[in-house]
């Protein structure tokens, strides 16, 4: 197995990961934080979503899928490109407000198909092209798309776990 083959596997593992961490939630406990000040699912969900939209966007030098169509209202928010919930206030946290389940699971389906084609397109040295210079060492596009795995394999785990606490309450 190479390393396209190691990150297909990996991503291709999360759009489930997000479906059963959303699925059978009302609109209420997507966005009810576990404890004040706490992200929610919807929130986690959300924002693991928008990390990897601008990142894989940023990578293929295409415009954000979130700024398709109505992606952004069905979280209550503005289409805006840089938002994507890095340093969010606990009050930023709960005015995203996803109007169900159903459009967190087809944000994410929507931007993992348009990831899964990227990887699987991907040759070799694609993942040694660096793609920001302002870090040392500069970051590539393979490191990018391990911290785009990393960032969202976490994020999926903690709302599965946000998930469960709001379960048992």
């Known amino acids: 197995m190479d390393a ?36 929610t699912v919807g929130w986690l969900i959300w924002h693991l979503t928008r990390i990897q939209d601008s990142g894989v966007a940023d990578l293929i ?5 979130y700024l398709s169509g109505d992606w952004a ?10 938002e994507t919930g890095f340093a969010h206030t606990p009050e930023q946290v709960l005015a995203v407000r996803p ?3 159903r459009a967190l699971v087809e944000y994410h389906r ?5 990831t899964a084609a990227y990887l699987r397109g991907l040759r ?5 092209r660096v793609v920001d210079e302002n870090w040392d ?11 785009l795995l990393e960032d969202g394999l976490q994020h ?7 998930r469960g606490f709001i379960e048992r309450s």
Do not use: I, W
Not at 19 to 39: D, F, I
Not at 73 to 82: T, W
Not at 124 to 128: E, S
């Open 4 to 39: 396209k083959d190691l990150l297909v596997e990996t991503h291709d593992r999360l759009p489930e990961l997000v479906e059963s961490a959303v699925t059978g939630l009302s609109p209420e406990q997507l966005r009810q934080p576990p404890a004040p000040g706490s992200n």
């Open 61 to 65: 030098g295409a415009e954000q899928v």
């Open 73 to 82: 209202g069905r979280f209550g928010l503005r289409a805006d490109p840089g």
């Open 99 to 101: 109007e169900d389940g």
């Open 110 to 114: 929507a931007v993992a198909e348009r």
């Open 124 to 128: 070799p040295a694609d993942l040694d």
């Open 137 to 147: 060492p500069p970051v590539t596009a393979g490191v990018r798309l391990v911290s």
């Open 156 to 162: 999926v785990g903690q709302a599965a776990y946000v």
